[in-house]
């Protein structure tokens, strides 16, 4: 099998030399970034649960649907790009010999459009003019800086997209006939997966900047949520992605195995890039204007997104297990003994993978129209998703981060910061257990999401919800001393451990693996599939939106 | 012989009442899902037919045009409104569809796909590129309702599934004359 062990000169070198001093500068940046806002994020999220927990009051001059807004678009939009990218262009450059200077420029300019883009969201959010939730749905209408600020952070995004793709077509050109390294192929699903989720949301966004303004009097608010969501959902799935990159290619090196199945893991990358998008929908399964019909398609649609996921389950399981046997784990569980659970770079990534199965059944369960039903504007659904992104997509980052951020700083993690991790690991976990597991409970009992703390002038059904809004704040307190310890322990490997070298964990394929077929390297061929199905699934509500459309929303202005 | 039976399975399940019913309400749904779904069951059963009767394709469809040909005819005839009408108001119609779609389409298609050669592909392609759009014009165009059993605002969906289909067809054909493999493969 060549793809992992086929290496070029430049990659032989790279890892003789170790890291590219140039390309670990723009890895480090991204991260601490990336962890910087995780830190205010955080404790942003620790007094909105206080807050909706009835135990802490907000000065006069900050309400709850600011810190809401702030909280969703630093974890959502911030956190989780700047990482993706401070990891992806980490593995680019490690496995394709050094990144480009052309490419080093783009992904400085990147950055900086992404930070002027998010300052410029920020400012109107602190000034109480865009309270509107990461969500943005109009009618609710925020201050015009707000979107040009999402515009300029859109355009970061691409740019870091079109910088990977320059990047790995140089390589092809210079490995012709050759398969991309595993993780560059990840990354490469992952950008074209960005790039084309930016394109619904770019067009919302500009359509919403002069109603914003004024120039134009409404907007078609179905339109909008549709093309939200065709990049919101997207947008999940890119950090699931990545998240699964770690499992396939970082977790069996991390326990002395091999990868399982080079063609199952590009198949699952193909399926999940191509059927995503339209995957969006059934965030918007009982939204008005949509037939019946039209509805039921959507549920097959995104139920087919759950196929590569299960394959992955499965090929994980292979893994461990095989590797386990090799190191002579014995019965039919028994062999889990021999997992290394006191190296947090492995726990993590367990911890991450296992939370999938509830987190991805329940997803399931909300894709159903009659099961959404009951609880689409409820806190299950914000349980449903701290399980997903605080748990799968979050633990697997913190994962990385044990190996990754002393790889690109020149240092090694210390036993002492791998226990810390340990600990970390545990009660991240305690702590979204408590949290999204009261918030999917409440939300069974019926209280609403998107609302800050009331009693209802004290119904009894409100006052029973209180008992598990404590659950919820106790996690909340949990969750923000686990981000306290992440945080401490990213900086300390970044800047204060001892020097020395870290590998970057790639594991190689099983020897007697049969060759990839080359059709996985053809993306200009899935491209046009992903294009069509979503031009199918996309074709009959924007045109009934559109064509049947109402007036009309004027912007609203409800806090 | 899994593709046989797969596509054998996806016949019988397409034409369930209630999935057939379904499927056959939305306009689009009918014409772009379970009419190209029937043509992919026929292209699956395709190799058990191929592989039974070597004999038969080799004599009747040699280059792959004759193959192809038929191809065109009958997705062309699916193509118009009066046909969809028909398959839903006659029975023998509806029977002819779930027929010809997979046996007349789908395994004709399959035999002369890789007879028909590199520019035979392109033409195939180019000309339901143009073909597309001329359908999708025609739909979302036409002032007065074309089928008796869809709404005027179905058939404007379905142009727009039309010239978004043909839209992508044309990027893929951009992508195969601007890219070339040899700088990569």
């Known amino acids: 099998m060549e793809t992992a062990i086929n290496q070029t000169f430049n990659t032989k070198v790279n890892n003789l030399l170790g890291v590219n001093k140039e390309d670990a500068k723009i890895s480090k940046t991204y991260l601490f970034v990336s962890f910087v806002i995780l830190l205010i994020g955080g404790f942003l999220g620790l007094a909105q649960g206080l807050n909706r927990a009835g135990l802490l009051e ?170 939200f969501w065709a990049f919101g959902h997207t947008l999940v799935n890119i950090w699931y992605l990545t998240a699964t990159s770690a499992w396939y290619v970082i977790a069996p090196k991390l326990i002395g195995g091999k990868r399982w199945s080079d063609t199952l893991t590009r198949v699952v990358i193909i399926a999940l890039v191509i059927m995503n998008i339209t995957g969006g929908f059934h965030h918007q399964i009982i939204d008005p204007g949509i037939s019946l019909p039209v509805k039921m398609m959507h549920v097959f649609m995104s139920l087919a997104i759950g196929f590569p996921s299960l394959m992955t389950a499965f090929a994980m399981f292979a893994v461990f297990e095989k590797t386990a046997r090799k190191q002579g784990g014995k019965g039919l569980i028994g062999w889990y003994k021999k997992m290394p ?80 991790g340990v600990i970390q690991t545990w009660i991240w976990t305690i702590g979204m257990i408590f949290m999204s597991g009261s918030m999917h409970t409440v939300g069974l009992f019926g209280s609403p999401r998107r609302t800050s703390y ?47 070298e870290t590998e970057f964990p790639i594991a190689d394929v099983e020897e007697n693996a049969s060759p990839t077929p080359y059709w996985t390297e053809r993306w200009g061929i899935w491209i046009i599939v992903m294009l069509i199905v979503v031009a199918m699934a996309y074709v009959i509500p924007l045109s009934e939106f559109i064509l049947n459309g109402p007036p009309g929303s004027p912007g609203f202005k409800t806090w | 012989m899994t593709q046989l039976l797969v596509g054998l399975f996806m016949i019988i399940f397409l034409a369930l009442p209630p999935v057939a019913k379904i499927m056959e309400s939305v306009m689009i749904i009918h014409m772009h899902m379970q009419m190209p779904m029937l043509i992919i069951a026929g292209f ?17 469809n040699r280059n792959g045009l004759p193959g192809i040909m038929l191809f065109i005819i009958i997705v062309s005839f699916w193509t118009l409104p009066r046909t969809m009408d028909e398959a839903l108001n006659e029975a023998g119609m509806e029977i002819f569809k779930f027929i010809s779609l997979p046996l007349l389409a789908g395994i004709p298609l399959r035999d002369s796909w890789k007879r028909l050669g590199k520019i035979g592909r ?59 493999p040899s700088k990569y493969e």
């Open chain 2, 122 to 180: 392109n033409v195939v392609i180019i000309l339901f590129t143009i073909l597309f759009f001329v359908m999708g014009w025609l739909y979302v165009d036409a002032p007065v309702q074309l089928c008796n059993n869809y709404l005027v605002i179905d058939q404007i969906i379905l142009g727009w599934g039309f010239l978004t289909t043909a839209i992508c067809f044309v990027i893929y054909l951009g992508y195969i004359l601007f890219v070339d």
């Open chain 1, 58 to 227: 907000l000065p006069s001059w900050l309400n709850y649907y600011q810190i809401l807004t702030m909280h969703g678009v630093f974890m959502l939009l911030a956190f989780t790009t700047f990482f993706t990218f401070g990891y992806l262009y980490a593995g680019l450059s490690h496995e394709l010999g050094g990144l480009l200077p052309k490419v080093r420029k783009i992904v400085w300019t990147a950055f900086a459009a992404k930070i002027i883009g998010a300052v410029l969201v920020v400012i109107p959010i602190l000034m109480n003019e865009a309270s509107v939730m990461y969500t943005f749905y109009p009618p609710l209408k925020a201050h015009p800086m707000f979107y040009i600020g999402l515009v300029f952070f859109a355009v970061g995004m691409w740019l870091c997209n079109i910088g990977g793709f320059i990047q790995v077509a140089n390589w092809r050109k210079n490995n012709k006939g050759k398969h991309v390294p595993i993780f560059s192929y990840f990354a490469t699903g992952i950008n074209i997966l960005m790039f084309f989720a930016l394109i619904p949301v770019a067009i919302e966004v500009l359509t919403l900047i002069p109603w914003s303004i004024g120039w134009t009097k409404t907007v078609n608010v179905m339109v909008s949520r549709t093309l």
């Open chain 1, 454 to 500: 009331t009693t209802y002038g004290d119904h009894a059904t409100a006052l029973s919800w209180d008992p598990y809004m404590m659950a919820l704040a106790i996690g909340g307190t949990l969750l923000i001393i686990g981000v306290i310890l992440q945080v401490y322990a990213v900086i300390n490997m970044m800047f204060f451990a001892p020097k020395g």
């Open chain 2, 44 to 60: 699956l059963i395709a190799k058990f037919f191929q592989e039974r009767y070597p004999g038969f394709f080799e004599k009747w």
């Open chain 1, 341 to 420: 659970w006191g190296d947090v770079r492995f726990l993590a990534l367990f911890i991450s993978m296992a939370s999938f199965i509830p987190a991805g059944a329940g997803g399931i369960a909300q894709t159903t129209n009659q099961l959404d039903t009951v609880v689409h504007n409820t806190m299950w659904i914000v349980g449903h998703f701290h399980l997903t992104l605080g748990v799968t997509v979050a633990l697997a980052f913190f994962g990385i981060s044990y190996w990754l951020v002393p790889y690109i700083s020149g240092r090694v993690l210390t036993p002492k910061i791998n226990k810390l």
